[in-house]
């Protein structure tokens, strides 16, 4: 397994090329179950739950190829690799357990499948370090569509052999990948749905609006309500994946953190509506730029309160960093992550560090303080391993964070990113890691 060594101490000072998001890029990727046309993608990014969807897609009979493109929207300031995606013909609608397993947001093949295919065999994700991550609403939501479904030896089985029918179901919470689901199961259901009480983030946007771009009659883009006019088919499309906000809003936190000057490119400022101002509270400058945004320090780092909330709040993927960035405030900060049950596990490490933090429930009181002192830490989960990283960055002395194949799922090429920025910082290579059923989130 790898592990990423830091020395302390240096400003984040330079130029940072944001990808495309994660987030937006599996449910993308998902949605070319719809159609017997290929589907291509700019700005796919690198990363290995990227590689655990486009496993899972081919082995339900997806062919995916690659090719180099030059982006004439004028997006992107560099050339990105476009990718196909061409479900001409789906060989098995059954994803198995050990595909499943390696990344939750596999659950998304279940809407396209019952949609084209009129059934799908999937494995229960089951749940990861954050929390149980139930897929209730997810089914209720298909039921509410006419899917039958049942639940057998750790499998979710659907069938709708009639097709899907339109209706009206209220979400009695918000998911992000629930509302993702069965926006694609509607595209293709007979009628009209609507969908109330749907999650807003720009990720779930960029599925819809990709969703029109192959023929989906959808409106209330943006909005809590999506209404959506099935078709009979879809086609195929051409579509560039947005710039990953979360990655954006890290390596943000990591110029404050390190009262550097950092320029990030190929990404936008409103994607971050709560928080931008909440990081400019805490101390950042925050420049907006014609394809992103500068980010440089006031010199102080105040204590702020943050909570987490469904989009447009404070993400909660930003929440384990901007617990870092508090590590060193001057001045106090209650954090209180709203959204799942589990996702304190970076505090002890944090502590490891010399973090003054301590958990009540959902709410951690953190109490910056001058110093922290390098140390061996553990990654647990995607967020919280890079919220170890950016301790590390102002942390005296060396840092060697381990695990760190749960960086990999959502970040990519961290190190090479940092130190292209100024900072002393390494991977050392162990061996290949296969996690033996290591669930992830
Ligand atoms: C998505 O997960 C993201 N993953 C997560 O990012 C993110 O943390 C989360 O949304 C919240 O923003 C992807 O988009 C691939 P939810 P998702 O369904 O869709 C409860 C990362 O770090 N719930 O919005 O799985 C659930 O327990 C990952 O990139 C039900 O009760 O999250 C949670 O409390 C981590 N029943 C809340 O809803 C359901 O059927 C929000 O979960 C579904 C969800």
Redesign the pocket.
Same mark, same amino acid.
């Given at each position: 397994m790898d592990k990423i060594r830091i020395i302390g101490g240096r400003p984040l000072k330079g130029q940072i090329y944001i990808g495309g998001a994660?987030?937006a890029a599996?449910?993308l990727m998902a949605a070319s179950l719809l159609t017997d046309e290929p589907v291509h993608f700019r700005n796919i990014p690198d990363l290995a739950?990227i590689t655990s969807m486009a496993i899972l897609l081919e082995h339900l009979g997806v062919d995916i190829g690659q090719g180099m493109d030059i982006d004439t929207t004028g997006q992107l300031s560099v050339p990105t690799p476009l990718m196909k995606f061409h479900a001409h013909h789906i060989k098995t609608t059954t994803a198995p357990y050990d595909l499943v397993r390696k990344m939750?947001?596999s %659950?998304?093949v279940l809407g396209p499948l019952l949609a084209r295919m009129g059934q799908s065999v999937i494995s229960m994700p089951g749940g990861?370090a954050?929390?149980?991550?139930?897929?209730?609403?997810?089914?209720?939501a298909l039921e509410a569509l006419g899917a039958e479904i049942t639940l057998d030896e750790g499998y979710v089985h659907a069938r709708a052999p009639k097709g899907l029918k339109g209706t009206t179901f209220t979400f009695p919470?918000?998911?992000?990948?629930?509302?993702?689901n069965v926006l694609m199961a509607a595209c293709l259901a007979e009628g009209e749905t609507k969908l109330i009480n749907v999650?807003r983030?720009p990720?779930v946007i960029d599925l819809a609006n990709c969703l029109v771009s192959m023929g989906a009659k959808i409106n209330g883009i943006g909005t809590d309500t999506l209404v959506i006019e099935g078709v009979d088919r879809l086609s195929g499309t051409t579509h560039t994946v947005i710039p990953d906000r %979360?990655e954006t809003g890290t390596y943000a936190i990591g110029a404050l953190m390190t009262h550097g000057d950092v320029t990030l490119l190929n990404t936008k400022l409103d994607m971050l509506p709560t928080f931008i101002p909440t990081l400019q509270d805490a101390g950042a400058i925050i420049e907006e730029l014609p394809n992103g945004l500068r980010v440089s320090s006031t010199g102080r780092i105040n204590g702020v309160d943050i909570m987490t909330e469904?989009?447009p709040g404070f993400?909660?993927?930003l929440q384990a960093q901007f617990m870092a960035l508090m590590c060193t405030a001057d001045g106090a900060s209650m954090i209180t992550e709203t959204?799942?049950?589990n996702r304190f596990m970076h505090v002890p490490e944090l502590q490891r560090l010399g973090a003054n933090i301590i958990v009540h429930n959902a709410s951690a009181m953190v109490r910056g303080t001058k110093k922290l002192s390098g140390a061996q830490v553990m990654a647990t989960?995607?967020?919280a391993s890079v919220s170890l990283i950016l301790a590390g960055l102002v942390s005296h002395g060396e840092t060697i964070v381990n695990r760190v194949y749960h960086l990999d799922r959502?970040y990519e090429q961290v190190e090479n990113k940092l130190a292209a920025c100024g900072i002393e910082i390494e991977r050392i290579k162990g061996e290949p890691h296969e996690p033996e059923d290591k669930r992830v989130?």
């Open positions: 994660k987030n599996l449910p739950d939750r947001a %659950i998304l990861c954050i929390g149980t991550r139930p897929i209730d609403l997810h089914l209720r919470l918000i998911t992000v990948t629930g509302t993702e999650a983030e990720e %979360i469904p989009y993400p909660t993927d959204i799942w049950e989960d995607l967020r959502g989130a």
